[in-house]
């Protein structure tokens, strides 16, 4: 694998812990910094105090604020940071509103790393 991204920062918003940890375990083979916000709040909080971020992986059901609205808000204090809504909603009305939220892409939970690495490579590059 060709993706090291030492240099890198990426954001994980998700409130169960245990998806941090997988996730966290499949991006150290890339070197990126990885951060663990546990919901939409924090993440937007975090961007507004001009925080280093290249990315966020962002969960959908979280509480205090979700993050279709937490990707609304953060596409407003910074456009220029890619977005990739995860979920395990295939179907139904979240599923609905990714589309609107304004989030640069998406996966389904499980998240495969082979999909993690593809997507985030994606988004770096533009």
């Known amino acids: 694998m060709d993706n090291n991204w030492q240099d ?12 941090y940890i997988l996730l966290k375990k499949q991006l150290q083979k890339t070197n990126a910094k990885t951060i663990w916000l ?12 001009n925080k280093e971020v290249d990315i966020i992986l962002m ?15 953060i596409k407003i204090i910074n456009p ?13 009305e979240e599923f609905d509103n ?3 939220s304004g989030c640069d892409d998406y996966f389904f939970k499980p998240i495969l790393a082979k999909e993690l690495y593809s997507k985030i490579a994606k988004q ?3």
């Open 38 to 49: 546990k919901n939409g709040l924090e993440s937007v909080d975090y961007v507004k105090e």
């Open 98 to 100: 990714i589309e609107y």
């Open 59 to 73: 969960d959908i059901r979280m509480p205090i604020m979700n993050g279709l609205e937490a990707t609304k808000l």
């Open 8 to 19: 890198k920062t990426i954001l994980v918003v998700d409130d169960i812990e245990v998806n």
């Open 124 to 126: 770096l590059q533009e």
């Open 80 to 92: 220029d940071i890619p977005i990739i809504i995860q979920t395990a909603y295939v179907v139904g």
